[in-house]
C-alpha cells in the first residue's frame, strides 16, 4: 500500500486496471500547472478516449465557478479525457460523480453523497471536487475534460481553509489508504457507467437517488444571484428545480449550493 509521501506510478495503476478503455493510458506529472490544462493539449495532440493525466503535484489546479483548487500532499488529481456523442454531454456530471461515490464506497464501505451537481461528499463535508471542461466546435463535441480531484489521506484539521468544509477519506476511516488504490476503483466504477451512456434515463435515475441535495432548504449562488427555496427535483439534463418561498419554481443550471 502507498502513503502520502510515495510516488504514484502509472506503469503499476495500469497493470491492475480491469477496464476496457477508462485508464488504458495514464500520462503521469510529477508537476504541472493543472491536470486540465495538460489534459486538453493531449486531446488537441489526438489522445485517444480513456487516456488519463495524473499529477503528483498541481501548481494552479482549477475548480468550478473560477475558484482555485487546493492540491496538498495525499490527495489525488486527475483528468480523464473522453470523446462522447454530442447527445451524451449532460450525463458527463452524473457519469463522474457517481464514478466517484462508487469508486469510494466499493473501496472503503463509506456512503459518499452528491450535492447537485457533482460534488462529492461524506457526512456532508466535500471530499471530492469535479470539473468538466469541453471542446465544443460548431455542436461536434471534439472532446470533453473530467478533472477529478479527491482528498484521500490528507488530515483536514492541518489545513483550517477548508476544514469547515472539507473532509477525506482517511479522515472518515480513520487510516490511510492506497491512492493507486482509489484511483482504479474510480477508473473502473467510471467505465462500467460509460457503458450506460446509451442508457441515459438509467444513469439520471442514479444520479438522482445519490442527491443529498434533494428535499432541504438550500442557498445556490449563481454569479451575482442568490436563490433560496427548497431543492425539489432535477431534470435529466442536469438542471435543479428550485421551489422559492413565493412559490415559483426556478430552474437552475449552475451555481453553488449551500445548505441552510
Ligand atoms: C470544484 O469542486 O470546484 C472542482 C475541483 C476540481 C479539481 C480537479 S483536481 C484535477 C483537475 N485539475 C484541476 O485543475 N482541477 C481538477
Not at 454569479?223 to 433560496?228: E, H, Q, W
Request: glycine residues 8%.
Amino acid at each position: 500500500m502507498d502513503s502520502d509521501n510515495n510516488e504514484l506510478n502509472p506503469e503499476q495503476i495500469r497493470r491492475g486496471l480491469a477496464t476496457r478503455f477508462i485508464g488504458q493510458k495514464i500520462i503521469y506529472f510529477p508537476s504541472v500547472t493543472s491536470t486540465m490544462d495538460a489534459a486538453k493539449k493531449e486531446a488537441q495532440w489526438g489522445a485517444e478516449a480513456g487516456t488519463v493525466i495524473l499529477a503528483g503535484e498541481q501548481t494552479a489546479g482549477r475548480g468550478r465557478l473560477k475558484r482555485t483548487w487546493l492540491s496538498p500532499e495525499g490527495g489525488l488529481a486527475f483528468s480523464v479525457i473522453l470523446r462522447p456523442n454530442f447527445s451524451y454531454l449532460p450525463y458527463m456530471i452524473m457519469l463522474a460523480s457517481l464514478a466517484v461515490a462508487y469508486g469510494i464506497r466499493s473501496l472503503t464501505g463509506l456512503k459518499p453523497q452528491i450535492k447537485w451537481p457533482n460534488d462529492v461528499l461524506i457526512n456532508y463535508k466535500k471530499v471530492c471536487g469535479i470539473l468538466i471542461e469541453n471542446d465544443i466546435r460548431k455542436k461536434d463535441l471534439k472532446h470533453t475534460v473530467i478533472g477529478i480531484g479527491i482528498n484521500v489521506n490528507i488530515q483536514i484539521n492541518q489545513l483550517p481553509e477548508i476544514a469547515p468544509i472539507a473532509t477525506s477519506i482517511s479522515d472518515q476511516l480513520g487510516r490511510q489508504l492506497s491512492r493507486a488504490e482509489v484511483l482504479r476503483s474510480v477508473l473502473v466504477e467510471m467505465d462500467r457507467l460509460y457503458t450506460e451512456l446509451p442508457q441515459g434515463e438509467q444513469l439520471f435515475n442514479q444520479w438522482k437517488s445519490n442527491l443529498v441535495t434533494l428535499g432541504q432548504q438550500v442557498q445556490i449562488n449563481m454569479g451575482d444571484k442568490i436563490y433560496t427555496g427548497l431543492a425539489e427535483d432535477v431534470t435529466e439534463d442536469g438542471s435543479l428545480m428550485l421551489r422559492q418561498k413565493d412559490g415559483y419554481l426556478v430552474k437552475i443550471i449552475a451555481g453553488e449550493v449551500m445548505f441552510k
